[in-house]
């Protein structure tokens, strides 16, 4: 660990990471650029770096990209990602109500929070998690990779079923190329630039990034610019102080999103609506949510922040990324030959720590760079459409082609974009679709695997038995069933609502 902070803090590592710090807050403050579309278009660029530097420049663009989303939320009731949803309930009313430099402040100090505290769980957890994640043998990875799939796909979109066929869709196309059990070629359709497989990178920049310019340029007709913004100064120091004023409420929130980071597939989103939920229901006074309560943005922007650095700990401990961007990240380290899990700890150890100690330094960064750059940088959402959408899709075909500079895999990146974007509107959220095309390296080596070894003895003995096992089939079933029940009281209530409506105006009436 010792060695890893040293290596952290080297000048050339520091350079990188403010790169990756300051190219994040630009990632963020764009509406449609994600923390995940920012990595995965990065990716490329960091292979002529060390690998240490490289892992550092995308961790100072994830850390920050979770904070600077919060910047549309809160001055166009936009947000950047998913993980910034909530943050807009509380943040844009303040916006409306003049103190949106107030809203940015406690985003970016909380946001810091967060990343402190997060990454401080992945220093120390990470290594005692090491004993768990030996015992994991090929069975149990299979049932993980499963148990992350219910998890996103139960949670993503309107539709439980459309959110785990998105990750069936990604299993679907991770499987292109050479099977792992027979050496036999699948989905190749006659196309020999198939036969190796997709491009993982040009993969995730189809799912995430061409159906954003696709929805931007349909958007030309109706709105020539994003939003506009007027700054405003003088309250930082007094904004931080407010933060400070509730420290159970800053404990409670980076509690939340550390333990929802930690599970794989969660990720933040989750964990800012659960913290947001939470503050609601500790607080004494929730007649100021929803209106422009500071700990409203508060609750969101420490949990989603925490929750960011967690979620790499059961990429480096298990193998198995907790969040999409560390599902880009996952795919980083496979492109340069180093398998996350068990066997990185073994081969370089130093190189988990620095990505720790990297996270962690990046929440300084972010607060220092955030505080100081977050209101000008803002006004970038006032770029016309119309040189924006091509900007994105410029650095999306550099990109896709930087990989193995193979003009197929741009070709690959629009058919996968284009596809993406047609199914958003049947209702598919594009992040299943992304885990499971990361996924699906993980799964399906396991799969055969443990087939092999259930050859030997049977395959209720391989697959359903062992305690690990049945723990992961029974949360996988579980995750399903909370998700089904919890949007069945939803229904319920939603139906409710308009009978208690019609009773009060017919009781008014009365009177």
């Known amino acids: 660990m010792f060695e890893g902070l040293m290596q952290a803090l080297t000048p050339s590592y520091m350079f990188w990471l403010t790169i990756g710090v300051l190219i994040g807050m630009l990632v963020g403050t764009l509406p449609g650029l994600t923390a995940t579309m920012g990595t995965a278009l990065l990716v490329p660029f960091t292979f002529n770096l060390p690998a240490g530097a490289g892992l550092a420049m995308l961790g100072g663009l994830y850390v920050c990209a979770m ?5 549309p939320a809160v001055l166009v009731n936009t947000p950047g990602t998913p993980a910034a949803m909530a943050t807009a309930f509380d943040g844009h009313p303040m916006c409306l109500q003049g103190r949106a430099h107030e809203a940015i402040v406690a985003s970016c100090f909380a946001s810091a929070i967060g990343a402190l505290f997060g990454a401080g769980c992945y220093l120390l957890l990470a290594w005692p998690m090491i004993e768990v994640a030996l015992k994991f043998g090929p069975p149990e990875f299979f049932w993980l990779g499963v148990f992350a799939l219910t998890i996103v796909g139960s949670l993503a ?20 190329g050479i099977s792992h059990g027979n050496e036999i070629a699948r989905y190749t359709f006659g196309v020999p630039e198939l036969r190796g497989g997709v491009s993982l990178v040009a993969g995730l920049i189809g799912i995430f990034a061409v159906p954003q310019v696709l929805s931007m340029v349909a958007q030309l007709r109706k709105k020539d610019s994003i939003a506009d913004y007027h700054p405003k100064r003088g309250e930082t120091l007094k904004t931080i102080l407010k933060v400070l004023a509730h420290p159970f409420h800053i404990v409670r929130s980076a509690v939340i999103g550390s333990f929802i980071g930690i599970l794989p597939g969660a990720g933040s989103p989750i964990a800012a609506l659960v913290s947001y939920n939470e503050a609601v229901r500790w607080s004494k006074d929730k007649s100021g949510f929803g209106k422009g309560d500071l700990r409203g943005v508060t609750a969101s922007e420490i949990a989603n922040n925490a929750a960011a650095p967690a979620a790499i700990i059961p990429l480096v401990t298990l193998g198995v990324p907790g969040s999409s961007p560390a599902a880009v990240i996952a795919g980083a380290l496979m492109l340069r030959g180093l398998n996350p899990g068990p066997e990185l700890f073994q081969s370089d150890g130093t190189l988990v ?5 990297s996270l962690m330094l990046a929440g300084f960064v972010t607060f220092i760079l955030g505080s100081l750059f977050a209101p000008y940088l803002a006004r970038i959402i006032r770029i016309p459409l119309r040189l924006l959408a091509p900007l994105i899709m410029l650095l999306a075909v550099i990109g896709a082609y930087a990989i193995r500079n193979n003009i197929f895999d741009v070709y690959f990146m629009f058919g996968l974009g284009v596809f993406v974007f047609l199914v958003k509107g049947l ?51 579980l995750s399903i069933a909370f998700v089904v029940w919890t949007r069945s009281v939803d229904m319920m209530k939603d139906r409710a609502a308009p009978k208690e409506k019609d009773r009060s105006v017919n009781g008014d009436e009365d009177k």
């Open 67 to 71: 904070f600077s989303d919060a910047i």
């Open 157 to 176: 979109g309107d539709s439980i079923l459309k959110g785990l066929a998105g990750g069936g869709i990604g299993l679907l196309i991770s499987s292109v």
């Open 353 to 357: 720590y620095s990505f720790g100690w």
């Open 427 to 477: 209702g598919f959220h594009p992040g299943p679709i992304g885990l499971g095309l990361i996924l699906g390296p993980i799964i399906e080596p396991s799969l055969v695997q443990a087939m092999y070894i259930a050859g030997a003895t049977s395959i209720g003995n391989v697959f359903f038995s062992g305690t690990v096992n049945i723990i992961l089939i029974a949360l996988s079933v």
